[in-house]
């Protein structure tokens, strides 16, 4: 699955915790098939590392291990710049990285 496209659509949602962020989550069958492949890919603490786009914006980031699943972090750049709030419905392009040996 690295280098494979992977397309995640879900709702916006903010975690005021100690260091806020927006996420979207993956759905099950899209965070079951990372599972698969997460120990190649994994650089600790179970983050996978992937490039993302969201409308026209690209970026880079980790998907973060929760609840058994996995969640997209949105950085505010990226919200910004394709004028994104809490609550929307988003589809965000992920390409996962393969981790350097």
């Keep these: 699955m690295t280098g494979d496209a992977l397309e995640v659509t879900g709702e916006v949602w903010y975690w005021r915790g100690p260091a806020p962020y927006h996420f979207v989550t993956v759905p099950m069958p ?41 969640v997209v972090p949105l950085k505010d750049a990226v919200r910004r710049a394709e004028q994104i709030d809490l609550d929307d419905t988003v589809t965000v392009h992920l390409t996962i990285a393969p981790r350097d040996r």
């Design 30 to 70: 899209q965070a079951e098939e990372i599972r698969e492949i997460a120990a190649e890919v994994t650089y600790g603490w179970g983050m996978i590392p992937v490039s993302g786009r969201l409308g026209a914006t690209e970026f880079t980031t980790s998907l973060w291990p929760k609840d058994g699943g996995y």
